[in-house]
Protein backbone atom coordinates (compact mmCIF):
# COMPACT_ATOMS: atom_id res chain seq x y z
CA UNK A 1 0.00 0.00 0.00
CA UNK A 2 2.19 3.13 -1.37
CA UNK A 3 1.66 6.82 -0.32
CA UNK A 4 2.93 8.54 -3.79
CA UNK A 5 3.64 12.22 -4.27
CA UNK A 6 2.93 13.73 -7.20
CA UNK A 7 3.37 17.96 -8.18
CA UNK A 8 0.49 19.55 -10.18
CA UNK A 9 1.48 20.80 -13.40
CA UNK A 10 -1.36 23.54 -13.41
CA UNK A 11 -0.68 25.22 -10.00
CA UNK A 12 2.73 23.67 -9.25
CA UNK A 13 1.43 21.73 -5.81
CA UNK A 14 3.21 19.42 -4.13
CA UNK A 15 0.40 16.53 -2.49
CA UNK A 16 0.53 13.25 -1.32
CA UNK A 17 -1.70 10.10 -2.27
CA UNK A 18 -2.04 6.83 -0.78
CA UNK A 19 -3.43 3.80 -3.30
CA UNK A 20 -4.19 0.25 -1.94
CA UNK A 21 -1.88 -0.97 -4.63
CA UNK A 22 0.77 -0.48 -7.66
CA UNK A 23 -1.55 -0.53 -10.46
CA UNK A 24 -4.11 2.16 -9.09
CA UNK A 25 -1.34 4.72 -8.55
CA UNK A 26 -0.24 4.12 -12.29
CA UNK A 27 -3.80 5.11 -13.29
CA UNK A 28 -2.56 8.89 -12.51
CA UNK A 29 -3.98 11.39 -10.13
CA UNK A 30 -5.81 14.69 -9.98
CA UNK A 31 -4.43 17.91 -7.89
CA UNK A 32 -5.59 17.94 -4.83
CA UNK A 33 -5.60 21.73 -4.95
CA UNK A 34 -6.85 23.15 -8.23
CA UNK A 35 -8.45 19.65 -9.05
CA UNK A 36 -6.55 19.50 -12.56
CA UNK A 37 -5.28 15.94 -14.14
CA UNK A 38 -2.38 14.99 -15.01
CA UNK A 39 0.01 15.55 -12.05
CA UNK A 40 3.12 14.17 -12.32
CA UNK A 41 4.65 11.72 -10.26
CA UNK A 42 7.72 13.40 -7.98
CA UNK A 43 11.11 11.78 -6.37
CA UNK A 44 10.60 11.70 -2.78
CA UNK A 45 12.29 10.39 0.57
CA UNK A 46 12.12 7.66 2.37
CA UNK A 47 13.20 5.89 5.66
CA UNK A 48 15.46 3.74 6.39
CA UNK A 49 14.91 1.80 9.59
CA UNK A 50 17.96 0.96 11.92
CA UNK A 51 18.09 -1.11 15.08
CA UNK A 52 19.39 0.44 17.95
CA UNK A 53 22.31 -2.02 17.73
CA UNK A 54 22.93 -0.30 13.84
CA UNK A 55 22.98 3.65 15.48
CA UNK A 56 25.01 2.97 18.08
CA UNK A 57 27.73 0.80 15.80
CA UNK A 58 27.50 4.24 13.50
CA UNK A 59 28.06 6.52 16.31
CA UNK A 60 31.06 8.55 15.27
CA UNK A 61 33.94 8.26 17.17
CA UNK A 62 35.04 12.22 17.59
CA UNK A 63 31.57 12.05 19.20
CA UNK A 64 32.46 9.23 22.05
CA UNK A 65 35.60 11.64 22.74
CA UNK A 66 33.35 14.89 23.36
CA UNK A 67 30.87 12.86 25.66
CA UNK A 68 33.69 11.78 27.45
CA UNK A 69 35.73 14.64 27.98
CA UNK A 70 32.40 16.60 29.15
CA UNK A 71 31.50 13.74 31.91
CA UNK A 72 35.83 14.40 33.18
CA UNK A 73 34.89 16.64 36.07
CA UNK A 74 31.73 14.78 37.05
CA UNK A 75 33.40 11.38 37.36
CA UNK A 76 34.47 12.48 40.75
CA UNK A 77 31.41 13.17 42.50
CA UNK A 78 29.83 9.81 40.80
CA UNK A 79 29.18 7.75 44.36
CA UNK A 80 30.29 4.45 42.45
CA UNK A 81 33.75 6.04 41.79
CA UNK A 82 34.10 6.36 45.28
CA UNK A 83 33.44 2.60 46.22
CA UNK A 84 36.11 0.08 46.57
CA UNK A 85 35.01 -2.89 44.59
CA UNK A 86 38.50 -4.62 45.10
CA UNK A 87 37.34 -7.72 46.96
CA UNK A 88 40.26 -9.54 47.08
CA UNK A 89 42.41 -8.34 50.26
CA UNK A 90 45.62 -7.41 50.58
CA UNK A 91 48.24 -10.19 49.80
CA UNK A 92 51.46 -8.91 51.80
Not at 1 to 22: G, L, N, V
Amino acid sequence: MPIYEYTCAACDTRFSRFFRSQHAASSGSACSHCGAEGAKRAISAFLVHQTLKTQIDNIDPAFEKQIDAAMQPHLASDPLNRIDLSFGGSKG
